[in-house]
């Protein structure tokens, strides 16, 4: 299995298998119990546990055996990248294990609330992604209203690494009508690294990027919106070069902000530097991937708790209170888009004007 998550600028490196045994992090659920993915104990890094517990600390032992859950995300699984709770309280994880053909593909587990593997989803309660040219994985995943899961990852090749979307029906099935033969794959870009999914205010998807370009790292926000042929990149900004762990995006003081992931929270975060809107992906999207970004408007936000953008690596505290007021000048991307649009007519104007003389 290859490293990922690097940003050789910043001197990050992080391999699967060693986060795998170092990592822990967790959702919080709407009643305030906690579920977190821990290491069990063994050398096997491909075994995680599922521990919930209750406010106060101690272990439910209504959920699985005595409060844990002992699983794998399958042989040689680097283990899990991210943990999500859908609207009906199902726990959703996704990261990476062996496919058929000895590549590592994307692979997603679904559990019951109460901690009972949800064999009816999927394949005895586990999602494959196939991927035939290369290594694969995913590193976070957007439960939708629809019941079907977008997943944001990234194929490693020996060109680069891409960041890539793909799609898994509510039955847990791989969808292959999804973007060109099930993946779509971000475009014109030297590398990227798939961060985390999140919805926006609109119902829109919010694909975070780190990108490599010209040697240096940069932080890439791409939307989605209902209609849209593919995501369009429209935030972008240098990545800190006092940041010492993973980057996450998180929604604190009513802007999305990026974060340094290995410090709390409340230390601070970058508002988003936005831009006018371009595109970066592969074109080919079908007429059913818009209805994906469709379904996102009703979500609510027990739907998009969780995930990678809260919990990637080393895990901030998810209960922190946010950035203060010295941030209400951060950027909205909608606000933003419009004072574009407006500052591009009355440059229009003027210039008009101007010819008339």
Avoid at 72 to 82: F, I, K, W
Avoid at 116 to 134: F, I, K, N
Avoid at 145 to 174: H, M, Y
Avoid at 180 to 202: K, N, Y
Wanted: aromatic share 6%; hydrophobic share 45%; net charge negative.
């Amino acid at each position: 299995m290859n490293c990922v998550l690097r940003a050789a600028a910043t001197g990050l490196m992080a391999c699967g298998a060693a986060v795998a045994t170092a990592a822990s992090w967790d959702v919080t659920l709407a009643d305030g119990r906690r579920v977190a993915i821990v290491p069990d104990g063994s050398a096997d890094p491909s075994s995680q546990v599922l521990e919930r517990r209750h406010p106060d600390g101690s272990l439910d032992r209504q959920f699985g055996e005595a409060g844990r859950v002992l699983f794998s995300l399958g042989a040689d699984s680097p283990g899990p990248r991210s943990i999500r709770v859908d609207e009906a309280g199902r726990l959703l994880i996704v990261g990476a294990a062996q496919g058929p053909k000895g590549l590592a593909v994307p692979a997603a587990m679904r559990f019951l609330p109460d901690g009972r593997l949800d064999v009816a989803w999927g394949v005895q309660g586990r999602s494959l992604v196939p991927s035939t040219e290369a290594d694969a994985y995913g590193a976070d995943l957007l439960p939708l209203p629809d019941k079907s899961l977008l997943v944001l990852g990234q194929v490693e090749t020996t060109a680069g690494e891409q960041a890539a979307l793909w799609r898994i029906l509510s039955n847990g099935s791989f969808d292959p009508t999804f973007g060109q033969g099930g993946t779509m794959r971000s475009s014109g870009i030297e590398s990227s690294q798939a961060l985390a999914l999140q919805l926006d205010d609109e119902g829109a998807a919010l694909i975070a990027l780190l990108t490599l370009q010209q040697g240096q790292p940069w932080l890439d926000l791409h939307r989605w919106q209902a209609g849209q042929v593919q995501p369009q990149r429209v935030a972008y900004q240098p990545m800190p070069a006092d940041w010492q762990g993973p980057v996450t995006l998180a929604r604190r003081g009513g802007t999305w902000q990026w974060f340094d992931a290995s410090q709390p929270l409340t230390s601070g975060g970058v508002p988003l530097v936005a831009m006018a809107a371009t595109a970066v992906w592969a074109a080919g999207t079908s007429a059913a991937d818009a209805q994906i970004a469709a379904t996102g408007a009703t979500a609510t936000s027990a739907v998009s708790e969780g995930g990678a953008a809260y919990n990637p690596f080393s895990p901030p505290t998810v209960g922190a209170a946010g950035p203060n007021s010295g941030l209400a000048t951060s950027l909205e991307l909608p606000w933003i888009a419009l004072a574009l649009l407006a500052f591009a007519a009355l440059a229009g104007l003027g210039w008009w004007r101007w010819r008339r003389r």
